[in-house]
């Protein structure tokens, strides 16, 4: 009996890790979230730093593959949507808030006119008006970003060397600049600190695509991780939390210091990234597996649009009279929905990727057969029809053998079909077939033929012991 065919499943693409991939969607979930309510308890979760480390680990796959060619795939990605983004912001800041050298913004109250080209190439913070800091505001990340794509083939190499070495380093140049024997100044000094905030993150992605984690025994991963930990809250105990408490900041916020917000990411993240996990489940949930794939094909996209549309949620809901988070976080959602479906197509085009309008659609594949199962039957291929007689010089009739090229029957396209013919071609004679006579049967007194049964014996009855009876 035929098993019947199985109905085709859905399996979600190879070659990808769900769990890092849930941790970038909770990295974004939580960046969106925090810009919206501001709730202190949030940067405890060290976001930026699990996204930093993320791309590490994907960094050092490219560099293995090609360093200059991973580089300049990271930045023809992400480029084109800067590009777009900042398309429409400037025109927008230059309509509310005139020419760029009245936006007063940076460190004497405007910006040279050529750090407008941070927004062609972001590797410094770009200039914007006051009112325009809900775009630019975001775009330190996207800096940082390409400032570690660009050092990490100088990076991995003393890294593979050295690990323990170079992932102290960023913390030794924090600890002279928080004491101020290493000065940050200008828009480099702004640069080059956030770079060494998040740079032991990222060195923690080259750790995790090394192994280096995942040979780490449990009880010195935890002794690792916690004592850099306790080291950070140890620094905003003391002298982190001086200056932002004089300024009328939080106290104890992690955002308070640069070292303490370096050390206290590296230390969760550290840990983070030792766990891994199949996420068969989420197989289950088509809904949540689609909506994490969505998140992470549309990473920049959401996080370049969120804070507008943040914006936009609440200020919409505040001319009705509503100023309720149930109302306008559920609208920022939607908002940041229709950003999606306008703008995310760019980093497929800069991806060079078919452009999706929702990402994630689930490839159908045929399961395979149970075992015992059976094939369907499939009929056979329908052989084509033989060609023509009268199609240019091709064989006649398919090169039908029936319709070989004889000479005693002239040009073969003019050729109909052979008939067979008894007399050129008259029936094979045998000779007649002699066979030998039946052998007698042994239970009438014969004997066994030899050319059957092997060896003629007597029978049993005339063996001496049957004789005897």
């Given at each position: ?6 109905a ?5 693409a190879k ?5 890092l991939d849930t ?22 979760f060290?976001?930026?730093g699990v ?5 590490g680990?994907l960094?050092?796959r ?5 360093a200059?060619a ?5 930045f ?5 949507v ?7 912001w400037?025109?927008?800041?230059i309509w ?6 009245e ?5 004497n109250g405007?910006?040279p006119?050529w750090q407008l080209?941070?927004?062609l190439l972001?590797?410094g ?7 325009g800091?809900v775009?630019w505001?975001?775009l330190?990340?996207?800096k940082?970003?390409l ?5 990490s083939p ?5 890294f593979r ?7 102290a380093?960023?913390f030794?140049?924090l600890?002279?600049?928080?004491v101020g024997?290493?000065p ?8 080059f600190?956030?770079v060494?905030v998040?740079?032991?993150c ?10 280096i ?5 449990l009880p010195?991963?935890?002794?690792i ?15 982190g ?11 104890w ?7 303490t ?8 993240v550290f ?13 289950r ?5 689609r909506?994490?794939t969505?998140?992470?094909s549309r990473?920049v ?14 200020t919409v809901?505040?001319?009705f009279?509503?100023?309720?988070w149930?109302a ?13 479906l306008?703008?995310?197509?760019v ?6 990727r078919k452009?999706?309008?929702v990402p ?6 045929a ?6 199962a059976?094939?369907a039957?499939q009929s ?6 033989p060609a ?10 398919g ?7 004889d ?7 003019q050729?109909?079909?052979?008939q067979?013919?008894?007399r050129?071609?008259?029936?094979q004679?045998?000779p ?5 006579p ?5 239970r009438?007194?014969?004997r066994y033929?030899?050319?059957e ?6 029978r049993?009855d005339d063996?001496?012991?049957q004789a005897a009876r």
């Amino acid at each position: 009996m035929t098993a019947p065919a199985p109905a085709p499943k859905a399996t979600p693409a190879k070659g990808r890790d769900r769990y890092l991939d849930t941790l970038r969607a909770v990295a974004i979930i939580r960046v969106v979230t925090y810009h919206a309510f501001g709730f202190a308890i949030f940067p405890w979760f060290p976001a930026m730093g699990v996204m930093f480390a993320l791309a590490g680990t994907l960094m050092v796959r490219s560099i293995d593959k090609g360093a200059f060619a991973a580089v300049k795939s990271r930045f023809r990605r992400l480029l084109p949507v800067v590009w777009v983004f900042g398309a429409i912001w400037i025109p927008l800041m230059i309509w509310h808030d005139g020419a760029p050298r009245e936006w007063s913004y940076g460190a004497n109250g405007d910006s040279p006119i050529w750090q407008l080209g941070f927004w062609l190439l972001p590797v410094g913070d770009p200039p914007g008006s006051q009112w325009g800091e809900v775009a630019w505001g975001v775009l330190w990340y996207l800096k940082t970003y390409l400032w570690f794509v660009a050092l990490s083939p100088l990076l991995l190499k003393p890294f593979r060397k050295v690990p323990w070495l170079v992932l102290a380093l960023p913390f030794a140049l924090l600890g002279l600049a928080e004491v101020g024997l290493l000065p940050l100044e200008d828009w480099w000094g702004s640069t080059f600190n956030d770079v060494l905030v998040y740079l032991g993150c990222w060195l923690i992605g080259f750790a995790h695509a090394e192994g280096i984690i995942k040979r780490l025994p449990l009880p010195a991963l935890f002794a690792i991780g916690g004592a850099v930990i306790a080291a950070g809250i140890g620094w905003l105990a003391g002298p982190g939390n001086t200056e932002a408490l004089e300024e009328g900041g939080r106290a104890w916020s992690v955002e308070n210091s640069s070292l303490t917000l370096a050390l206290y990411s590296f230390g969760v993240v550290f840990i983070l990234m030792r766990y891994s996990s199949r996420m068969e489940w989420l197989q289950r949930h088509a809904v949540i597996d689609r909506i994490i794939t969505i998140f992470n094909s549309r990473a920049v996209t959401i996080y370049l649009w969120h804070n507008a549309a943040i914006l936009i949620a609440m200020t919409v809901l505040e001319n009705f009279g509503i100023d309720i988070w149930v109302a306008w976080f559920p609208l920022t959602w939607v908002l940041v929905g229709v950003f999606v479906l306008v703008f995310g197509w760019v980093e497929d085009v800069a991806a060079r990727r078919k452009p999706e309008l929702v990402p994630g659609k689930v490839k159908v594949v045929a399961a395979p057969l149970q075992p015992g199962a059976e094939a369907a039957p499939q009929s056979p291929p329908v052989p084509p029809a033989p060609a023509p007689a009268h199609y240019g010089n091709a064989q006649p009739y398919g090169g039908d053998p029936r319709y070989a090229n004889d000479p005693r029957y002239g040009d073969p396209r003019q050729q109909v079909p052979q008939q067979y013919d008894p007399r050129q071609y008259p029936p094979q004679q045998f000779p007649p077939q002699q066979y030998e006579p039946r052998s007698p049967d042994p239970r009438a007194g014969g004997r066994y033929p030899s050319a059957e049964y092997g060896t003629a014996r007597p029978r049993s009855d005339d063996r001496p012991d049957q004789a005897a009876r």
